[in-house]
């Protein structure tokens, strides 16, 4: 089966458009998710998030421990975060500009299979031009809304896409309902900074309409809906939480 086949074998309900390099799953419309959303549907913005991401790729692996690269590494190998061994169904829930799902490509090899899903159309345009991998599949998603059979996903990766969904308990409870129970799931969302500087950031959120994570604020809203091995570290701006999906 090509990739394609698998997912529309996987998906809850068919496709508005399969016509193009990605399939159109997206129920109505999701409607405005504020102002840095809009910034991501559009080509500009799509592109410079391309960009940044690039080199954070083409460095992590120079920059020393002691200055944190360790967290740098931690948040572009999400193939190894998931313990990526071959063979698996993985969803890379806002897969951007496809930064990421190369290396979960390059893990999951010809037998598996990476749905790489976001909202925007520009970032899934970037994603299809430079992700040329069999394995692959793209989809217009919605993350509050996941159109894939309950259990038929096998690892998770979500970077910085939870601090833009209009309610994060409805959007844990998509990615625990399409995970089998137990199956591994790497996030990143995007941090307060600590102590003076969070009215700073606090000032940023509500101008992109969008919401920022304390310490603890997703781990522990994740260990209360029920999800185990949840670990959480800090990247700077970025928190970075893996955990089990509930059994």
Known sequence: MTARERLLALAERPPADATGPWLDLVAGSPGARGRLQDAWQSEGGAGGYDGILAVGDRVEGLVPDLVGGA????????????????????????CGPGTLTRRLARAVGRDGLVIAADLSEPMLARAARSTPFACVDFARIDAMDLPLRDGCVDALSCSLCLHLVPDLGTALGEMARVLRPGAPAALAVPAH?????????????????????????LSGEMRAR??????????????????????
């Open 71 to 94: 967290n740098l590494r931690a948040f572009y190998r999400v193939d190894e975060r998931l313990g990526l061994g071959g063979g698996e169904t993985v969803l890379d829930l806002a």
């Open 193 to 217: 900074a600590p102590g003076i500087l969070r009215p700073f950031t606090e000032t940023l959120a509500r101008f992109g309409q969008a919401r920022l994570f304390g310490a603890g604020d």
């Open 226 to 247: 029920g999800w185990s091995a949840v670990r959480e570290r800090s990247l700077g701006g970025i928190r970075i939480v893996d955990a089990n999906a509930p059994a």
